[in-house]
Every structure is written in structure tokens, then in C-alpha cells.
């Protein structure tokens, strides 16, 4: 038996609080080996378990480099994450992974990237932006584009405020309904993409969110001459082994636990377009 189906325990050493219902919770594997041969990809998730109720998949927002702590941004909407919401420093809880696959970093080597994320999507991406922004000479420039309903739904101002005074770094924030002093975009995210300044050719796009938006993010892009096969997506489903057993991920021949959670636009671009599969 391996840490795919084992939990490993993890002991919380912080918790931060995002916003009213989304928190962080920063974890330590409690055993010094597994801690230090633990292993992320940016992209990749573990499945979070809170003894006596159940598991959830979280996405990793730590930096991949030298995991000895594991962030986890969580919104508090089910019983296991409410559960979650609960814990304090000291608190011990099951970890099992990295599972999945992750975003394709190498391939957009010497590539813009433009990451597009909606809502608590902006989790999934934030170690592709510190593994960029920590191997800056290999990539080109770098739009950071995030998008939410309500202007109290932004968290990491702090985070989107700095990465926006690093060099050839571009953040773009837009918010559907506007509130006091947001000084950012109001309207669509997709409405700022005309100050994104993508040079189809050579971008690579990594985008996570809303399927709605991805949707209007995809035919965006696309209709500016960007090539299909160079936008990437993070699909959320129900991940409940994560290992490809259980069934409640699959997505056409695929299974979103391992075949995913990143796949690149074609691959499934037909299943993609129809309603609520």
C-alpha cells in the first residue's frame, strides 16, 4: 500500500483566512520521510482527508520547490470543507498524493504565458506563477488575467499587487459588479483581454474557472488567431478515488484524477461544447 491509497498525516502549522467562506490552510507532513521525499508538479492536487467525515481533492498552492509546508486554498461549501474550515494550528489530518497531471510548463518554454483564471480558479495557477517567476529568463512575458462575480471574492491582492511591479509581468483584474474602491476593470474578464497584448504565435495559455468563462475565454482567443492547441485547461469534476477506479470523474474515455486535471484544449474540445457532461 502506497500514499495513492493510504493518507499520510499532515499536522496544520497555519490558517489563513481569505475571505468569509475561502481559506488557506498551510500543512507539514508529520513524518520526516515522506516530508522530504514529497514531490508536487504545479498543476497537481492531493486529496485532503478530515478523519471521520471524508476527503476532498484541493489543488497545491505552494511553491513546487522544496515542499516541507503544503498550502491548500479551500472555500468552505459541503460538509468535509466546513469540517476543514474548522481546524486550528496543531489540528492533524490525511493527505494522500500529488495525483494528476499538471500544467505544461516545459512545452511553454520560451513562450508568453497567459494565465486566465475565474473565481477560486486563480488556485490551481498560483505555483505555475511562482514556478515562472522563478525561472523568469526561460519564458516570456507573463499576463496574469483574474476574474470574479463580486469584488469581495478577490483574494491575494497583496499577491496580484506585487506580481504586477515584476518586469515584463502584466496583471489584469476585472470583477463583474463593482464596490468601493476597486479600482480594476468592470465587466467581464474577457473584456480585458484587448490589454492582454497576446501575440498568438508564440502564447501559451493556462486557464482554470467557470466553464462558462473558459468557454467565452476559449472563443476569445481563438477568434484573435491563437492556435487551439495552445490553450490549456484545469477541469473540475467529482474526484472521489483519484485514481481512476471509482468512475465519478470520467470524462468521455478519459478520467479527470489522472488523465487531468490539465488538458490542452483539443483533447476535449468535442466533450467540451456539450451542455452539462
Not at 30 to 56: C, I, K, S, W
Not at 158 to 166: F, K, S
Not at 175 to 184: E, F, N, R
Given at each position: 500500500m502506497?500514499?495513492?491509497?493510504l ?28 516530508r ?16 471521520g ?6 489543488s ?11 498550502d ?8 468535509v ?19 494528476g497531471?499538471g ?19 486563480c ?13 523568469r ?8 488575467i ?6 469581495e ?12 511591479t ?5 496583471v ?22 484587448d ?28 477568434a ?5 492547441a ?8 467529482s474526484?472521489q478515488?483519484?485514481?481512476g477506479h471509482c468512475?465519478?470523474c470520467?470524462?468521455?474515455?478519459d478520467?479527470?484524477c ?7 484544449y ?6 467540451f ?5
Amino acid at each position: 500500500m502506497t500514499r495513492e491509497v493510504l493518507p499520510m498525516e499532515a499536522e496544520v502549522i497555519g490558517r489563513t483566512e481569505e475571505s468569509p467562506t475561502i481559506f488557506t490552510l498551510r500543512l507539514r507532513l508529520t513524518d520526516e520521510r515522506q516530508r522530504h521525499d514529497y514531490r508536487f508538479a504545479p498543476g497537481q492536487f492531493n486529496m485532503v482527508y478530515l478523519y471521520g467525515v471524508g476527503e476532498v481533492p484541493i489543488s497545491i498552492v505552494s511553491d513546487p520547490h522544496g515542499p516541507t509546508v503544503l498550502d491548500h486554498t479551500i472555500r468552505a461549501v459541503g460538509r468535509v470543507t466546513n469540517g476543514l474550515a474548522q481546524l486550528k494550528a496543531g489540528d492533524r489530518i490525511g493527505l494522500r498524493g500529488p495525483y494528476g497531471r499538471g500544467w505544461p510548463l516545459r512545452e511553454a518554454e520560451g513562450h508568453d504565458v497567459l494565465v486566465v483564471t475565474g473565481g477560486l480558479g486563480c488556485a490551481p495557477v498560483v505555483a505555475v506563477i511562482n514556478y515562472i517567476l522563478m525561472r523568469r529568463e526561460k519564458f516570456g512575458r507573463l499576463t496574469i488575467i483574474q476574474g470574479v462575480k463580486h469584488v469581495e471574492e478577490l483574494i491575494w491582492r497583496e499577491r496580484y499587487a506585487y506580481w504586477g511591479t515584476l518586469p515584463n509581468t502584466h496583471v489584469l483584474l476585472a470583477s463583474d459588479h463593482s464596490g468601493p474602491l476597486w479600482p480594476w476593470h468592470v465587466g467581464l474578464v474577457t473584456e480585458v483581454f484587448d490589454d492582454a497584448e497576446v501575440v498568438p504565435d508564440c502564447t501559451t495559455v493556462m486557464m482554470c474557472g467557470p466553464e462558462g468563462m473558459m468557454h467565452a475565454g476559449i472563443a476569445n482567443l481563438t477568434a484573435r488567431g491563437l492556435p487551439e492547441a495552445r490553450i490549456y485547461l484545469s477541469m473540475e469534476r467529482s474526484m472521489q478515488c483519484a485514481v481512476g477506479h471509482c468512475g465519478h470523474c470520467q470524462y468521455g474515455p478519459d478520467f479527470v484524477c489522472k488523465d487531468g486535471p490539465v488538458f490542452s484544449y483539443p483533447q476535449v474540445k468535442d466533450l467540451f461544447k456539450t451542455r452539462g457532461f
